[in-house]
């Protein structure tokens, strides 16, 4: 299976020279300066996980990244949780592979779903996701845009059950209210409980019941007609196993003489990277080797446009209300007003168009009189 | 509750002598009488299944007793808890059981559970109601009754791993004091042995610190205490279900086939079904329904009946009759009536005066506004009929002086034209 590494960066060598000479121009060499370029930038990605206690989260990120992140985790009892809130935790790694940095951060939603009454459990989760796209919106309009942190969420990792049949109400409700803001994958947690018929069948039933909710959750793009037949074949394959059913392992065991990632039964050993126990090798390509950059393309494209639009809409409605400015081109957020004084003006203003109204209604009861 | 009575007796009378038989008189064979009583009779036997959807309840049931009971599928989209009783007849040799499965439909899925117990708790506490009217009828047939009291909750807990959920803790809280709860893990072929030797503990030391009482297999009788005491601390039972069944060797077992090997249901080293069978059916049922019977049924009556007004007999020796305070009881709610019915009726006649009074109040003020309003009519007429007078005065006055003006006019105008000349002469002059 080719891996994304296309473009090696790589100097002229005499032969090309001759062949620059005559009619060769040499931009075809953009690809390795934006190559080396990225290599000497670094890169960035933000992944969220979320779904009930017990369903494999740490393990599956610690399989992911072959890191172990949750050095000291305390988990907490079923009665501590009854009334449990929803808390964020950002952990952030560094990780290379063959001179290529990457800034990992992963954000972790412990407690979701963990409480007896879980009504807008999710709010938590969507007031974070809009804080950061707020904070990028203000650091682009800033004056000094050099170090501008990106920590917006690329990519939503959501695990669903495997024990029912299919979506909840709180994961539909938690789809919904995420779905216009970040990009939501989808995933089938430890799916080591299900035979392949049954994997068949919720798969089926989870595609159905996303239809049917009108969740969007994130797509594979299109792969260009001039790829070749291999890599059109594993696009085709990848879009039909969505959603991904995972099974993490945290430890390593043997299995016919070799040593594998994977989970001991008396009946069995399951290996995480085999392809036909479970699909965690077509999430891994997914995420890390084929779709990383498009994910944070769409985040950036999509999400955070359509967050910026509804923001500036907001403010351009809001001004144009009190008719304090008029402006035909929508704002250079100066000093965007402070909600507190923003609140002040309005409420002096309504005051005003009060005592207008008042003084109105006694001069014609005056004339009545 | 045998014991106590005996008690009371021997406390009485002198202790009976214990005397040995000479021969084989043969009341051994009373046992024997019973049993084949009883297995006339036939058995009822009724289980609670409380989980989420979609955790394996309906084929646990039907690997448990080997037959398909038809169910559908839940959805996970039920508004609030519901129970669903299904009652079938089964047969073993020659024994016959009558078995009630009754199912919690939709728990664990609505979004906010903070009532999601009480649908559960309320169709147990019926169930010991209507057995417990049965017994307080006249005319009973106690020996006739479908017995619908549940004698055992299997309570399935999802195999997260790391210890119980908020939920089960609160559930299981509530249904301790009124049922057998026997917890079990459901598939349990997600959990590794190491990880389920740890999540057993860990959910066993949740239930002891929480003080939820589950059901203890019974270690008195010597007969099955031994392998009670080893099965007791196996709880909670990792279980497996399946209906299907798989080639293993030259066998066909109920088993899961995965692609990394096959889950037989009945092998002790996968899982421990064959445990739960074991004490469920095989050697639990009976004390099971005994133990509903003299615990927890006898529980709910002693709390409905004190909530009744009933008392025991503490001080007096008199034994307390059932009947004389159940008299005294229905003349006091009779009375009761009587007074809330004068009371109401009382009510009734002052709010009636109360409201007449209104209504005079308003007819009379209707009557001054009639009055005042009628004078303020009047007056405004005697105004307008003065106005018109005085306007016809008018304008009779300005008639005769229009009179008076055109005569004198014709008057002036007769002599003028009689004499013009003398008016330019006039005017020379």
């Given at each position: 299976?080719?891996?994304?590494?296309?473009?090696?960066?790589?100097?002229?060598?005499?032969?090309?020279?001759?062949?620059?000479?005559?009619?060769?121009?040499?931009?075809?060499?953009?690809?390795?300066?934006?190559?080396?370029?990225?290599?000497?930038?670094?890169?960035?990605?933000?992944l969220?996980?979320?779904?009930e206690?017990?369903?494999?989260?740490?393990t599956?990120?610690?399989?992911?990244?072959?890191?172990?992140?949750?050095?000291?985790?305390?988990?907490?009892?079923?009665?501590?949780?009854?009334?449990?809130?929803?808390?964020?935790?950002?952990?952030?790694?560094d990780?290379?592979?063959?001179?290529?940095?990457?800034k990992?951060?992963?954000?972790?939603?412990?407690?979701?779903?963990?409480?007896?009454?879980?009504?807008?459990?999710?709010?938590?989760?969507?007031?974070?996701?809009?804080?950061?796209?707020?904070?990028?919106?203000?650091?682009?309009?800033?004056?000094?845009?050099k170090?501008?942190?990106?920590?917006?969420?690329?990519?939503?990792?959501?695990?669903?059950?495997?024990?029912?049949?299919?979506?909840?109400?709180?994961?539909v409700?938690?789809?919904?209210?995420?779905?216009?803001?970040?990009?939501i994958?989808?995933?089938?947690?430890?799916?080591?409980?299900?035979?392949?018929?049954?994997?068949?069948?919720?798969?089926?039933r989870?595609?159905?019941?996303i239809?049917?909710?009108?969740?969007?959750?994130?797509?594979?793009p299109?792969?260009?007609?001039?790829?070749?037949?291999?890599?059109?074949?594993?696009?085709?394959?990848?879009?039909?196993?969505?959603?991904?059913?995972?099974?993490?392992?945290?430890?390593?065991v043997?299995?016919?003489?070799?040593?594998?990632?994977?989970r001991?039964?008396?009946?069995?050993?399951?290996?995480?990277?085999?392809?036909?126990?479970?699909?965690?090798?077509?999430l891994?390509?997914?995420?890390?080797?084929?779709?990383?950059?498009?994910?944070?393309?769409?985040?950036?494209?999509?999400?955070?446009?359509?967050?910026?639009?509804?923001?500036?809409?907001?403010?351009?409605?809001?001004?144009?209300?009190?008719?304090?400015?008029?402006?035909?081109?929508?704002?250079?957020?100066?000093?965007?007003?402070?909600?507190?004084?923003?609140?002040?003006?309005?409420?002096?203003?309504?005051?005003?168009?009060?005592?207008q109204?008042?003084?109105?209604?006694?001069?014609?009861?005056?004339?009545?009189? | 509750?045998?014991a106590t009575?005996?008690?009371?007796?021997?406390?009485?009378?002198?202790?009976?002598?214990?005397l040995?038989?000479?021969?084989?008189?043969?009341?051994?064979?009373?046992?024997?009488?019973?049993?084949s009583?009883?297995?006339?009779?036939?058995?009822?036997?009724?289980?609670?299944?409380?989980?989420?959807?979609?955790?394996?309840?309906?084929?646990?049931?039907?690997?448990?007793?080997?037959?398909?009971?038809?169910?559908?599928?839940a959805?996970?989209?039920?508004?609030?808890?519901?129970?669903r009783?299904?009652?079938?007849?089964?047969?073993?040799?020659?024994?016959q059981?009558?078995?009630?499965?009754?199912d919690?439909?939709g728990?664990?899925?609505?979004?906010?559970?903070?009532?999601?117990?009480?649908?559960?708790?309320?169709?147990?506490?019926?169930?010991?109601?209507?057995?417990?009217?049965?017994?307080?009828?006249?005319?009973?047939?106690?020996?006739?009754?479908?017995?619908?009291?549940?004698?055992?909750?299997?309570y399935?807990?999802?195999?997260?791993?790391?210890?119980?959920?908020?939920?089960?803790?609160?559930t299981?809280?509530?249904?301790?004091?009124?049922?057998?709860?026997?917890?079990?893990?459901?598939?349990?072929?997600?959990?590794s042995?190491?990880?389920?030797?740890?999540?057993?503990?860990?959910?066993?030391?949740?239930?002891?610190?929480?003080?939820?009482?589950?059901?203890?297999?019974?270690?008195?009788?010597?007969?099955?205490?031994?392998?009670?005491?080893?099965?007791?601390?196996?709880?909670?039972?990792?279980?497996?279900?399946?209906?299907?069944?798989?080639?293993?060797?030259?066998?066909?077992?109920?088993?899961r086939?995965?692609?990394?090997?096959?889950?037989?249901?009945?092998?002790?080293?996968?899982?421990?079904?064959?445990?739960?069978?074991?004490?469920?059916?095989?050697v639990?049922?009976?004390?099971?329904?005994?133990?509903?019977?003299s615990?927890h049924?006898?529980?709910?009556?002693?709390?409905?009946l004190?909530?009744?007004?009933?008392?025991?007999?503490?001080?007096?020796?008199q034994?307390?009759?059932l009947?004389?305070t159940?008299e005294?009881?229905?003349?006091?709610?009779?009375?009761?009536?009587?007074?809330?019915?004068?009371?109401?009726?009382?009510?009734?006649?002052?709010?009636?005066?109360?409201?007449?009074?209104?209504l005079?109040?308003k007819?009379?003020?209707?009557?001054?506004?009639?009055?005042?309003?009628k004078?303020?009519?009047?007056?405004?007429?005697?105004k307008?009929?003065?106005?018109?007078?005085?306007?016809?005065?008018?304008?009779n006055?300005?008639?005769?002086?229009?009179?008076?003006?055109?005569?004198?006019?014709?008057?002036?105008?007769?002599?003028?034209?009689?004499?013009?000349?003398?008016?330019?002469?006039?005017?020379?002059?």
């Amino acid at each position: 299976m080719s891996t994304g590494l296309r473009y090696k960066s790589k100097l002229a060598t005499p032969e090309d020279k001759q062949d620059i000479d005559k009619q060769y121009v040499g931009f075809a060499t953009l690809p390795n300066q934006v190559h080396r370029k990225s290599v000497k930038k670094g890169f960035d990605f933000t992944l969220m996980v979320a779904g009930e206690s017990g369903l494999g989260k740490s393990t599956l990120v610690h399989s992911l990244f072959l890191t172990d992140l949750y050095k000291e985790r305390k988990l907490l009892s079923a009665e501590e949780r009854i009334s449990q809130t929803v808390e964020i935790l950002k952990h952030t790694v560094d990780i290379e592979e063959k001179g290529v940095k990457l800034k990992l951060t992963i954000v972790d939603t412990p407690g979701f779903g963990d409480a007896v009454n879980n009504s807008e459990c999710w709010k938590p989760i969507t007031d974070y996701v809009d804080q950061q796209f707020e904070q990028y919106f203000r650091d682009e309009s800033g004056l000094n845009r050099k170090n501008i942190q990106d920590n917006r969420v690329h990519c939503c990792l959501y695990f669903i059950s495997p024990f029912g049949h299919g979506l909840r109400p709180v994961d539909v409700g938690f789809m919904k209210a995420l779905h216009e803001k970040v990009n939501i994958v989808p995933l089938i947690a430890k799916a080591d409980c299900l035979v392949p018929g049954e994997i068949r069948k919720l798969k089926e039933r989870i595609r159905e019941e996303i239809d049917r909710f009108g969740i969007h959750v994130y797509q594979f793009p299109e792969c260009d007609s001039d790829e070749d037949e291999d890599f059109k074949q594993q696009d085709r394959e990848l879009k039909e196993s969505a959603p991904f059913a995972v099974i993490g392992s945290n430890t390593v065991v043997e299995a016919k003489g070799q040593r594998v990632r994977g989970r001991l039964y008396p009946w069995g050993i399951v290996e995480v990277e085999n392809q036909a126990h479970c699909d965690f090798v077509k999430l891994r390509n997914m995420l890390i080797r084929t779709h990383m950059h498009d994910l944070k393309d769409v985040t950036c494209d999509v999400h955070y446009e359509n967050y910026r639009a509804h923001c500036i809409q907001q403010m351009t409605s809001k001004l144009t209300q009190d008719s304090r400015m008029e402006s035909p081109i929508p704002i250079l957020p100066l000093p965007t007003p402070d909600a507190e004084t923003e609140k002040l003006i309005r409420m002096k203003d309504e005051e005003l168009r009060r005592m207008q109204e008042m003084l109105q209604k006694m001069k014609q009861q005056m004339q009545d009189q | 509750m045998a014991a106590t009575d005996l008690e009371r007796f021997s406390n009485a009378e002198p202790e009976p002598r214990s005397l040995s038989l000479g021969g084989h008189v043969g009341f051994d064979s009373l046992p024997d009488q019973l049993v084949s009583k009883s297995v006339t009779q036939g058995f009822s036997f009724n289980i609670l299944c409380v989980g989420e959807t979609g955790i394996g309840k309906s084929t646990l049931m039907n690997t448990l007793f080997n037959t398909t009971f038809e169910t559908e599928e839940a959805s996970h989209h039920e508004e609030c808890v519901r129970l669903r009783p299904q009652t079938y007849d089964l047969q073993e040799s020659n024994v016959q059981l009558k078995l009630t499965i009754v199912d919690a439909v939709g728990f664990g899925d609505q979004i906010n559970k903070d009532e999601s117990y009480r649908p559960i708790v309320d169709y147990i506490d019926a169930q010991f109601e209507n057995y417990l009217q049965e017994e307080l009828k006249i005319r009973r047939s106690l020996f006739d009754y479908h017995d619908t009291r549940i004698h055992v909750c299997l309570y399935f807990i999802t195999p997260t791993g790391h210890s119980l959920k908020s939920l089960d803790l609160v559930t299981m809280k509530k249904l301790d004091s009124k049922v057998n709860i026997i917890p079990i893990i459901a598939k349990a072929d997600t959990v590794s042995k190491s990880e389920l030797h740890k999540f057993k503990i860990k959910i066993m030391g949740e239930l002891v610190s929480n003080g939820v009482q589950i059901y203890q297999f019974p270690t008195d009788d010597e007969a099955v205490a031994e392998i009670n005491a080893v099965m007791n601390a196996h709880l909670p039972f990792a279980v497996v279900g399946s209906t299907e069944e798989v080639k293993v060797g030259n066998k066909l077992v109920r088993a899961r086939q995965y692609p990394w090997g096959v889950v037989q249901v009945e092998n002790e080293n996968h899982c421990d079904f064959v445990k739960l069978r074991e004490m469920l059916i095989r050697v639990n049922m009976e004390d099971l329904r005994e133990q509903t019977h003299s615990r927890h049924y006898e529980l709910y009556r002693r709390c409905k009946l004190e909530e009744m007004g009933f008392q025991d007999s503490d001080g007096d020796s008199q034994p307390f009759s059932l009947q004389e305070t159940y008299e005294a009881k229905r003349k006091e709610f009779l009375s009761e009536l009587q007074r809330k019915e004068e009371e109401m009726r009382q009510m009734f006649v002052n709010k009636v005066k109360e409201t007449e009074l209104e209504l005079k109040e308003k007819e009379r003020e209707l009557h001054e506004k009639f009055e005042h309003l009628k004078r303020v009519h009047q007056e405004e007429k005697r105004k307008v009929e003065e106005k018109r007078r005085e306007l016809e005065e008018e304008t009779n006055a300005f008639n005769r002086r229009k009179a008076a003006v055109e005569a004198l006019q014709s008057q002036a105008l007769h002599a003028t034209s009689q004499q013009p000349l003398r008016k330019d002469k006039d005017k020379k002059n």
